[in-house]
Every structure is written in C-alpha cells, then in structure tokens.
C-alpha cells in the first residue's frame, strides 16, 4: 500500500490531500451526526463557504444526506469512510514519520520513499520520481542554475527523472564539482547532463579531474572555461546531491592504504562532497576538489540531498549535522525507521 501512495504522490501530489481532507469532513460527521455545518466548520477549522462546497460535493455522491437537523452520513458514505481507514492511517503515518525526521535534523522537509534501496532497486527509480515533483514545487518560475554532484544514487536518481513544466524546463544543470577520475556514468558531468536531458533542460560541463595537487588546482582554478562553470556554480538556485558511507566511497574512489587506515581509525562514518565526517558529524578529512565547498551551501536556496538505506543511516546522520535549514532529504523508509529507532534508544 506504501508504494501505491508513493506512486499517487508522485502523479498526483495534491490528491491525497483532497482524500484526506474530505475523509475527516465524513468521519467527523459520523461522530456528530446530525450536525450543522456551521458546527462541523469550527470543528475543522474552515470556512463555511469551504465547507458547503466540499459537502454539497459529498451529498451529490450518495455519502452523506441533509436535513432541518443537520447532517448525517449515508450507509454509502460509511462503507467509503470504512474502506478509506486504512489508506488513511498509512498516509497519516508516512506524513509523521516524515515531520519527525525534519525535525531531528532541523531541516524544512523531508520526503519519505517506501522500502529500502539497500534491497530493492526500484526506490532509487521513485528517488527520481520525487527530485522531479520536488522541483516541479521549489524552483522559481525563471531560468535556474542546479549544481549536480555524481555518484551511484545520483546516476539512479538521473535515469528516473521526468520532464518538468514548461515553465520550468530553462534550467540550467552543472556539475557541483570536478569529478573526472571515477566511472563516467556516474561522474557529476554524466549526472547532470542525464538530468537535463530527462527535464528539457541544457547543461554545462565541468572537465576537471577529482582529485588535483594544490600546484594544477590553482593553474585550474585560472582556466577561462573552469572559472565559467564555476560561475554558474557560484549563481545555484538549487544543489543536488547524495551522501555516501565513508570506507565505501573511500574504496570506490581509489583512495591510498594510508588514507583508508586513516579515516578507519578516525571513525569516519559519511561522506558528502569530498568531506568525510565521524558519527558526530566531525570533518576528518578533506578531498580538494574544484567546485561547490560544504560552507557554499548556505547561501544556496534549495538543497535537495538523497540518500537511502539502513546500511547509510548512520552517515546520513553524520551529514546531516551540517546540512543547511533549507535542506529537502529524500530517502526511504528503512533509513528513515532505523534514524528514528536510534534516536529513542
């Protein structure tokens, strides 16, 4: 059932809304019948214009009747009621546990994917979905410059993306920061390209390697075609990134024996654009890299970070200690159940 929500969420994001909305106005009056709409209306806290539009909408359906007494439900309306209470208390539920992790973190919303990425690769398909809806509802009605970094999520999350309104399809999207070095279907450059391409947007290269000496950074950092890219970087309306787990992405990019003991004994635990963090969200270690920097963030409008599974919630935990109020996590509902079990531990 979590996944049919997810899927009318993603379609239809004001649907269930509406259900929920007119759930309580029929639940209500099947506990104060016969009631008067001026009664029900305080009792929901809406007007009665509101509410006379909504229940002259539930009378033509055969759910509820109306008299000189007030209003009564239908047995149509009670089966309806009946059959919606499951559905409902599902929605309800996901809608909590979705305010109670935005509020552990301190951040303004978090959206909760159903299932567990660790096992089913079909939730990394809904992480594109929601990115879409996502920023189908916070992008500005004008031409936006969304910074992409790369990885295996953000690649997953790329390939699942959908075409977003007219209005907003003049987005511009750039590699967060240079990534040359790892797999090219995962580095920032392929990621944004990909999203813009799903979206009807265009984008901008970044071809710099990942890692660089300080001397090649600086004579980088001097290129007429870096400092362009990283102007546009500099000019983000939205960021868009993962969080990794730290000896995984440690493995995965090659890092040195003597780096990997380090951040071992260090306790690192997450990493999230080239920083590695212990369980507390300390910085242990620090990657150069050419393009967005951790302290960037805050000047950025809209952060959608993504990340899911048991198996990361410990680095997203990590991460989070230094993600922005204006932060969207996207994850699933294993990783969002095993955050909120450690925290009432």
Known sequence: MENQLELIEAIAPD??????ERYLVLKNIDWMAPVGRRTLALKLGLTERVLRTETDLLKNLGLIDASKSGMTITPKGKSVMLGLESLMGQYSGMKQKERQVADYFGIEKCVI?????DEEDKVLASFGLMVSESLRTILPDKENVIAVMGGTTMAAVAENMTVLDHKLSNNIFVPARGGIGESVGIQANSVSSTMAAKTGGTSRPLYVPERVSKETYQSLLQEPFVQQVLGLIDESTCVIHSIGRALHMAERRGMSEEEFVMLKESGAVGESFGYFFDKEGKVVYKIPRIGLQLDDLEKVPYILAVAGGAKKSRAI???????PKQTWLITDESAANEILKEETL
């Open 15 to 20: 649907t269930m809304q509406v259900v929920q």
């Open 113 to 117: 994917v159903a299932g567990n990425s």
């Open 317 to 323: 935990k990590a991460y989070m200690k230094h993600a």
